[in-house]
C-alpha cells in the first residue's frame, strides 16, 4: 500500500507543476488577446482618460511579470484575487461589497456546473456502461451496429449541434423539458433537475459514445482468454460470463476513460451552458473572456486544469487498486 | 393633458413645465402577474450604478423598474415628470427649476427630496468617475437646494433641452448619504423592489405595494429578467413560452417567428443609425468633393435591403431620426448616382482613388458585409474601396477615432443638440470625423439656448442640410428596433422609438393579456 501513496503523492507534486505551467500560459495567452478589461467595458465611449484611470485602478498598468507574480502570490495563499468585474464596480462607490473576490463569485458557479456534471454522471455512466455490455454480448448483431452508430454519431457532432436538435425534439415540437436551464439558488430539487435535464442529457450524448466503445472493446478483448473460454465451457449464461468474469478484469480501462469523461463534464461544458443559459462556471468564463476579466479567467483555467489532473490521478489509483500487478512495476 | 406634443410642451411647457403624471389615457390594464424577459446585453460586471449602464439589461431594470429619473421621455416622444413634477427655466435657458414630487419614498422609507437629486447628479462628476453622462452633468455649474422640493440648477450656457437631458437613463436618483448601499442592494424609488439579482444572469422584482404613480404604471405583481445573450436561445424561450418577451430579432429568424401564432413582433424605426465616418482632417477626406463622391457612390438602399433585410430607412447622413422632434423628412434623400460620384471626384482633380475602409463587426452586425457592398458599389465610379477587417476586440480603441475611414454606429439621441453636441460639435472627443464648420457650429449655439421652437426648427433643418452636403459621416441606413412578445402580454398601442424594448420601460407599461 505504501507505493500507492508514493504514487499518490508524486503524481499531486506533478500536477502543481501542471498547475503553475497552465497558469503561465492562460495569463500569456489573455494578454496576447487585443484590446483589456478597460477598453472592453467601456466600449464605444472610451476615452483616454477613463481608459487610464480604470488601467490604473485594477493594476493593469503594471509590467505583466509583476502582475503574474502579484497574482501568484495571492493564489499560493489561498486568495484569488478580486474580480476585475467587480472590482470595477466597488472603485466607483469606494467600497469593497461582499461578492468581489474571485472565490465568491465563482463558487456558486462551479456548484452549479457540479450539479450537472452529477446529474449527466449518474444517467450517463451506468447508460454507457450497459450499452457497452450489451453491445459485446450481442456483438456484431443489428443492436450492436445501431448501438455504434447512434454514439458515434452522437459524439461527431458538434455539442451546440445536438442541443437545437434536442431542444426541437424535446422542447418545441414535444414541450417535455423547459430549452431554459436558468436555476437559481433557492429552486426547488426537482424544478432544479428538470431544468438540468436538457444540457444534462446532450452531455450524456457527447460523453456515451467514448465509455460505451471502450467498455466493449475491453470485454472483447477479454473474451478470447483462456479463462473465459473455461467459464464458457463450465455451461454458463453468456450474461454471466460477461457481467460476472470479464467485466471486473476490465474495469481497468473503463474506469479510466470514465474519469477523463467526468472531467470532460467539468471542463467541457461551455457550449452547453451557453446554449441553455445555465448559470455554471463555463457560462462565466466566457463573460469573462469577453470582457478580459484576467482573473476570473485565470480561476476558472486553474479550476478545469485541477479537474483533469485530479480525476485522472483518480483512474490511475483506481486502476493500480483493481489490477495488483501494477502495484508492483518493475 | 393628453394629445400634447413634443413640440407644444417645449411651447408651453419650457416657460412654465407644469406636468403631471397622467401622461396618456390608458386603456383598463390587467394588474398582477408575472412578466419575464430574455434580454441580450447583460455582463457580470452588471451593477446598479447607473454611470455604468449602457445596455438594455441594466437600463430596463433600472429605470421603469427599480429607479426613477427627474424626468420621462413617454412612448410618444413627449417629455413628463418623473420624480421632479414641473419645471421652469429663466428667458436665457440658463436656470432651470425644478419642483420635485412630495410624498416619495425610497424602498427602504427613506423620503425623497432635494438632497438626494443633488448627491445623486454629483456622482457623475465626482473626481475619477468614469459616467458616460459626465458631459451632461458638468455643463451644471451651480446646483442649489430652495426648499425641501425644488431645486435651480445654473447651467454654463443655455439650454432649452435640459429637462430632456434629465431623463437620461445614467441619472438616476439614489437616497442621499446612502447611496453606496443603495447601490449595493439597488434602493430605488422605482415601481418595482429588488428582490434578486445576479449580475450577469437574472434580476427579480417585486410591485411596490403604494407607489407614487398608482393604477397608471407598473401592472405586475413580479418581474424577471433573464440574461440570455445567445441569440438563438433568446428565440428558443420564447418560442417555447418560457420568457414573456425578448429583445434584438435576428433577421434571418424573423419568418420562424411570424409562423408562431403565440408571438407577434415589434417594430419601431428610431434614431440607431450606422455609419462610416471618416476624418476630415486627413487627405483625401479633407476635401469636400472626395466626400460628396463618396456619398455618391454608395447604394444605399441595397444595404436595407441587404444588411437590415428591410428592417430599416435608409439615412441622409444626418444622424437626426423620426424619433427627434426635428427630423427634417422632407430633405432632398442622396441617391446612389455612380455619375455624380465620379463627377464629384474629377472635381477634386482625380479621376480614380484609392481608400482603405476599417469594418468589424464589432461596428454593427454585418458591418463587414455592408464595407463590401459598399466597395462594389463604389468601384464604377473610380472608387477603389480597400476592405481592412480589423478586429472585434478593442475596435473602439484601436479603430474607431484614429482609422481615417471605418464604421460605426449610434444609438441616437432623444434630442438634436445631445446628438450633435456628442458627436459633430468641433473639437468634442467623440466627433468621430473631426469635422469642423464654422456655419453649423454657430447655428448649434444659437439653437441650444433657443426657447422659439419655430426658429429652433429652422435652425435645426439647415444644421441637417449641411451635414447632408458637407459632413464626414456617411450614414446609409437607420436599423430599427426589433422585438418580439409573446400573447400572454399586452403592450399599449405606441411604443417608444428612442430604445429597444419601449424606450427601456416595458417593466413599466406592459401588462398582462
Given at each position: 500500500?505504501?507505493?500507492?501513496?508514493?504514487?499518490?503523492?508524486?503524481?499531486?507534486?506533478?500536477?502543481?507543476?501542471?498547475?503553475?505551467?497552465?497558469?503561465?500560459?492562460?495569463?500569456?495567452?489573455?494578454?496576447?488577446?487585443?484590446?483589456?478589461?478597460?477598453?472592453?467595458?467601456?466600449?464605444?465611449?472610451?476615452?483616454?482618460?477613463?481608459?487610464?484611470?480604470?488601467?490604473?485602478?485594477?493594476?493593469?498598468?503594471?509590467?505583466?511579470?509583476?502582475?503574474?507574480?502579484?497574482?501568484?502570490?495571492?493564489?499560493?495563499?489561498?486568495?484569488?484575487?478580486?474580480?476585475?468585474?467587480?472590482?470595477?464596480?466597488?472603485?466607483?462607490?469606494?467600497?469593497?461589497?461582499?461578492?468581489?473576490?474571485?472565490?465568491?463569485?465563482?463558487?456558486?458557479r462551479?456548484?452549479n456546473t457540479?450539479?450537472l456534471?452529477?446529474?449527466?454522471?449518474?444517467?450517463?455512466?451506468?447508460?454507457?456502461?450497459?450499452?457497452?455490455?450489451?453491445?459485446?454480448?450481442?456483438?456484431?448483431?443489428?443492436?450492436?451496429?445501431?448501438?455504434?452508430?447512434?454514439?458515434?454519431?452522437?459524439?461527431?457532432s458538434p455539442e451546440f449541434f445536438l442541443a437545437y436538435i434536442l431542444i426541437l425534439?424535446l422542447a418545441v415540437?414535444?414541450?417535455?423539458f423547459p430549452s431554459l436551464s436558468n436555476i437559481y439558488?433557492?429552486?426547488?430539487?426537482?424544478?432544479?433537475?428538470?431544468k438540468s435535464?436538457l444540457p444534462?442529457?446532450v452531455l450524456?450524448?457527447v460523453?456515451?459514445?467514448?465509455?460505451?466503445?471502450?467498455?466493449?472493446?475491453?470485454?472483447?478483448?477479454?473474451?478470447?482468454?483462456?479463462?473465459?473460454?473455461?467459464?464458457?465451457?463450465?455451461?454458463?449464461?453468456?450474461?454471466?460470463?460477461?457481467?460476472?468474469?470479464?467485466?471486473?478484469?476490465?474495469?481497468?480501462?473503463?474506469?479510466?476513460?470514465?474519469?477523463?469523461?467526468?472531467?470532460?463534464?467539468?471542463?467541457g461544458v461551455v457550449v452547453v451552458e451557453v446554449v441553455f443559459v445555465y448559470p455554471g462556471i463555463g457560462q462565466l468564463f466566457v463573460d469573462s473572456v469577453k470582457i478580459?476579466?484576467?482573473?476570473?479567467?485565470?480561476?476558472?483555467?486553474?479550476?478545469?486544469?485541477?479537474?483533469?489532473?485530479?480525476?485522472?490521478?483518480?483512474?490511475?489509483?483506481?486502476?493500480?487498486?483493481?489490477?495488483?500487478?501494477?502495484?508492483?512495476?518493475? | 393633458?393628453?394629445?400634447?406634443?413634443?413640440?407644444?410642451?417645449?411651447?408651453?411647457?419650457?416657460?412654465?413645465?407644469?406636468?403631471?403624471?397622467?401622461?396618456?389615457?390608458?386603456?383598463?390594464?390587467?394588474?398582477?402577474?408575472?412578466?419575464t424577459a430574455g434580454l441580450s446585453g447583460a455582463n457580470t460586471s452588471d451593477?446598479?450604478?447607473?454611470?455604468?449602464?449602457?445596455d438594455v439589461f441594466m437600463?430596463?431594470?433600472?429605470?421603469?423598474?427599480?429607479?426613477?429619473?427627474?424626468?420621462?421621455?413617454?412612448?410618444?416622444?413627449?417629455?413628463?415628470?418623473?420624480?421632479?413634477?414641473?419645471?421652469?427655466?429663466?428667458?436665457?435657458?440658463?436656470?432651470?427649476?425644478?419642483?420635485?414630487?412630495?410624498?416619495?419614498?425610497?424602498?427602504?422609507?427613506?423620503?425623497?427630496?432635494?438632497?438626494?437629486?443633488?448627491?445623486?447628479?454629483?456622482?457623475?462628476?465626482?473626481?475619477?468617475?468614469?459616467?458616460?453622462?459626465?458631459?451632461?452633468?458638468?455643463?451644471?455649474?451651480?446646483?442649489?437646494?430652495?426648499?425641501?422640493?425644488?431645486?435651480?440648477?445654473?447651467?454654463?450656457?443655455?439650454?432649452?433641452?435640459?429637462?430632456?437631458?434629465?431623463?437620461?437613463?445614467?441619472?438616476?436618483?439614489?437616497?442621499?448619504?446612502?447611496?453606496?448601499?443603495?447601490?449595493?442592494?439597488?434602493?430605488?424609488?422605482?415601481?418595482?423592489?429588488?428582490?434578486?439579482?445576479d449580475p450577469g444572469v437574472r434580476f427579480?422584482?417585486?410591485?411596490?405595494?403604494?407607489?407614487?404613480?398608482?393604477?397608471?404604471?407598473?401592472?405586475?405583481?413580479?418581474?424577471e429578467l433573464i440574461a440570455i445573450n445567445d441569440n438563438t436561445a433568446r428565440m428558443n424561450a420564447l418560442m417555447t413560452g418560457q420568457v414573456d418577451a425578448i429583445n434584438r430579432i435576428d433577421f434571418k429568424a424573423e419568418?420562424l417567428l411570424?409562423?408562431?401564432?403565440?408571438v407577434?413582433?415589434?417594430?419601431?424605426?428610431?434614431?440607431?443609425?450606422?455609419?462610416?465616418?471618416?476624418?476630415?482632417?486627413?487627405?483625401?477626406?479633407?476635401?469636400?468633393?472626395?466626400?460628396?463622391?463618396?456619398?455618391?457612390?454608395?447604394?444605399?438602399?441595397?444595404?436595407?435591403?441587404?444588411?437590415?433585410?428591410?428592417?430599416?430607412?435608409?439615412?441622409?447622413?444626418?444622424?437626426?431620426?423620426?424619433?427627434?422632434?426635428?427630423?427634417?423628412?422632407?430633405?432632398?434623400?442622396?441617391?446612389?448616382?455612380?455619375?455624380?460620384?465620379?463627377?464629384?471626384?474629377?472635381?477634386?482633380?482625380?479621376?480614380?482613388?484609392?481608400?482603405?475602409?476599417?469594418?468589424?463587426n464589432a461596428?454593427?452586425e454585418g458591418?463587414?458585409?455592408?464595407?463590401?457592398?459598399?466597395?462594389?458599389?463604389?468601384?464604377?465610379?473610380?472608387?477603389?474601396?480597400?476592405?481592412?477587417?480589423?478586429?472585434a476586440?478593442?475596435?473602439?480603441?484601436?479603430?474607431?477615432?484614429?482609422?481615417?475611414?471605418?464604421?460605426?454606429?449610434?444609438?441616437?439621441?432623444?434630442?438634436?443638440?445631445?446628438?450633435?453636441?456628442?458627436?459633430?460639435?468641433?473639437?468634442?472627443?467623440?466627433?468621430?470625423?473631426?469635422?469642423?464648420?464654422?456655419?453649423?457650429?454657430?447655428?448649434?449655439?444659437?439653437?441650444?439656448?433657443?426657447?422659439?421652437?419655430?426658429?429652433?426648427?429652422?435652425?435645426?433643418?439647415?444644421?441637417?442640410?449641411?451635414?447632408?452636403?458637407?459632413?464626414?459621416?456617411?450614414?446609409?441606413?437607420?436599423?430599427?428596433?426589433v422585438q418580439a412578445?409573446?400573447?400572454?402580454?399586452?403592450?399599449?398601442?405606441?411604443?417608444?422609438?428612442?430604445?429597444q424594448m419601449?424606450?427601456?420601460?416595458?417593466?413599466?407599461?406592459?401588462?398582462?393579456?
Open positions: 500500500m505504501g507505493s500507492v501513496l508514493k504514487i499518490i503523492l508524486q503524481r499531486l507534486a506533478l500536477g502543481i507543476l501542471t498547475l503553475l505551467i497552465v497558469s503561465v500560459v492562460i495569463f500569456g495567452a489573455v494578454n496576447l488577446l487585443p484590446g483589456d478589461f478597460a477598453e472592453s467595458i467601456l466600449g464605444q465611449g472610451a476615452t483616454p482618460e477613463a481608459v487610464a484611470s480604470i488601467r490604473r485602478d485594477l493594476g493593469l498598468d503594471q509590467p505583466l511579470i509583476t502582475r503574474y507574480f502579484d497574482w501568484l502570490g495571492g493564489v499560493v495563499q489561498g486568495d484569488l484575487g478580486t474580480s476585475f468585474a467587480q472590482a470595477n464596480f466597488a472603485s466607483f462607490t469606494g467600497t469593497t461589497s461582499g461578492a468581489t473576490t474571485v472565490a465568491a463569485q465563482i463558487a456558486p462551479f456548484a457540479m450539479f456534471a452529477a446529474v449527466t454522471a449518474v444517467i450517463a455512466v451506468p447508460f454507457a456502461i450497459i450499452l457497452g455490455v450489451l453491445a459485446a454480448l450481442y456483438r456484431n448483431s443489428v443492436f450492436d451496429r445501431a448501438a455504434n452508430i447512434f454514439t458515434l454519431t452522437s459524439i461527431s425534439f415540437l414535444n414541450p417535455i439558488s433557492g429552486m426547488a430539487f426537482s424544478e432544479r433537475l428538470e435535464m444534462a442529457l450524456t450524448l460523453v456515451t459514445a467514448h465509455m460505451m466503445r471502450m467498455t466493449r472493446a475491453a470485454i472483447i478483448n477479454l473474451l478470447a482468454s483462456p479463462y473465459i473460454e473455461m467459464a464458457r465451457l463450465k455451461g454458463l449464461s453468456p450474461m454471466r460470463v460477461i457481467v460476472r468474469h470479464a467485466l471486473p478484469n476490465a474495469l481497468a480501462p473503463i474506469i479510466n476513460v470514465i474519469a477523463i469523461n467526468l472531467a470532460y463534464l467539468i471542463t478580459r476579466d484576467i482573473p476570473v479567467v485565470q480561476a476558472c483555467c486553474l479550476i478545469f486544469a485541477a479537474a483533469y489532473i485530479l480525476l485522472n490521478l483518480t483512474a490511475d489509483i483506481m486502476s493500480i487498486l483493481s489490477n495488483p500487478r501494477m502495484r508492483h512495476p518493475k | 393633458m393628453s394629445g400634447l406634443s413634443r413640440r407644444g410642451l417645449l411651447k408651453t411647457g419650457v416657460a412654465a413645465g407644469v406636468l403631471g403624471l397622467s401622461g396618456m389615457p390608458l386603456r383598463a390594464q390587467t394588474r398582477g402577474g408575472k412578466f451593477s446598479w450604478d447607473g454611470r455604468t449602464h449602457s437600463i430596463a431594470a433600472a429605470l421603469g423598474g427599480v429607479f426613477d429619473a427627474l424626468t420621462e421621455v413617454a412612448a410618444d416622444g413627449s417629455l413628463q415628470g418623473e420624480l421632479a413634477e414641473s419645471w421652469e427655466a429663466s428667458a436665457d435657458a440658463k436656470t432651470w427649476t425644478f419642483n420635485l414630487r412630495q410624498g416619495v419614498t425610497f424602498h427602504n422609507g427613506k423620503a425623497f427630496g432635494a438632497d438626494d437629486v443633488i448627491e445623486s447628479l454629483q456622482l457623475h462628476v465626482a473626481e475619477g468617475s468614469k459616467s458616460a453622462a459626465q458631459p451632461l452633468v458638468a455643463a451644471i455649474t451651480e446646483m442649489k437646494k430652495i426648499t425641501e422640493h425644488q431645486v435651480q440648477f445654473t447651467l454654463e450656457a443655455g439650454n432649452a433641452d435640459f429637462p430632456y437631458l434629465m431623463s437620461d437613463y445614467h441619472l438616476l436618483m439614489y437616497p442621499a448619504g446612502q447611496i453606496e448601499e443603495a447601490i449595493a442592494k439597488g434602493i430605488g424609488t422605482g415601481l418595482y423592489e429588488a428582490v434578486a439579482f427579480v422584482g417585486r410591485r411596490v405595494a403604494s407607489h407614487y404613480k398608482g393604477d397608471s404604471a407598473g401592472f405586475f405583481e413580479e418581474v419568418a411570424r409562423a408562431n401564432p403565440r407577434r413582433l415589434q417594430e419601431v424605426t428610431g434614431n440607431q443609425h450606422y455609419t462610416f465616418p471618416m476624418l476630415t482632417q486627413t487627405a483625401p477626406f479633407d476635401d469636400v468633393n472626395v466626400r460628396r463622391a463618396l456619398k455618391y457612390g454608395i447604394n444605399r438602399q441595397e444595404m436595407v435591403d441587404k444588411i437590415l433585410l428591410g428592417h430599416g430607412k435608409v439615412g441622409n447622413d444626418s444622424p437626426i431620426g423620426p424619433a427627434n422632434q426635428y427630423y427634417n423628412a422632407d430633405m432632398e434623400q442622396l441617391a446612389y448616382d455612380p455619375d455624380k460620384a465620379k463627377f464629384y471626384l474629377q472635381q477634386a482633380g482625380m479621376d480614380s482613388i484609392n481608400i482603405d475602409l476599417s469594418a468589424s461596428a454593427f458591418a463587414v458585409d455592408a464595407a463590401q457592398l459598399y466597395q462594389a458599389a463604389a468601384a464604377p465610379s473610380g472608387i477603389n474601396i480597400n476592405v481592412v477587417q480589423e478586429p476586440d478593442g475596435y473602439w480603441s484601436n479603430v474607431w477615432l484614429k482609422k481615417p475611414f471605418c464604421a460605426s454606429y449610434w444609438t441616437g439621441r432623444a434630442t438634436e443638440d445631445w446628438m450633435f453636441s456628442s458627436a459633430y460639435e468641433a473639437g468634442v472627443p467623440w466627433n468621430d470625423s473631426q469635422w469642423d464648420n464654422a456655419r453649423f457650429q454657430e447655428l448649434l449655439y444659437a439653437a441650444r439656448a433657443e426657447l422659439d421652437s419655430d426658429k429652433r426648427r429652422e435652425q435645426y433643418y439647415e444644421m441637417q442640410q449641411i451635414l447632408r452636403d458637407d459632413g464626414g459621416v456617411i450614414i446609409p441606413m437607420f436599423a430599427n428596433f412578445v409573446g400573447s400572454r402580454i399586452a403592450t399599449p398601442d405606441v411604443i417608444g422609438n428612442t430604445a419601449d424606450n427601456n420601460r416595458m417593466l413599466e407599461r406592459w401588462s398582462l393579456a
